[in-house]
């Protein structure tokens, strides 16, 4: 992890997404702390990884979700050589799909 972005006010501002307990408190806090266009962007990202490891094009990722293919190369960056974020997430959500299943 990069020591710039690992300071205290990072740790308070985990510590405060850790303590939401539902989909609406995120809305709640999220629509607080992001502007409607950080929430899209992040929201976008996600969106595009889930697509790039679906084994989308990147014409197929950027027509549905709007992204330019800069953005769609930065995530395809991330999840090839990053910290593994994406993959555990993705890895959480399907576990609980299934489990709901």
Do not use: W
Not at 2 to 7: A, C, F, P, Q, V
Not at 44 to 63: C, G, H, N, P, S
């Amino acid at each position: 992890m990069s020591k710039k972005l690992k300071t205290e006010a990072v740790d308070q501002l985990f510590d405060a997404i850790l303590s939401l307990k539902s989909r609406e408190e995120c809305y709640t806090f999220f629509e607080d702390v992001c502007t409607v266009n950080e929430l899209l962007s992040l929201s976008q990202r996600f969106e595009v990884a889930r697509m790039l490891r679906d084994q989308k094009t990147y014409l197929d990722i950027a027509e549905k979700t709007g992204a330019s293919t800069a953005t769609i190369s930065r995530v395809n960056r991330s999840l090839n050589y990053g910290n593994d974020g994406y993959d555990m997430v993705f890895s959480r959500i399907q576990n609980q799909d299934a489990g709901e299943a």
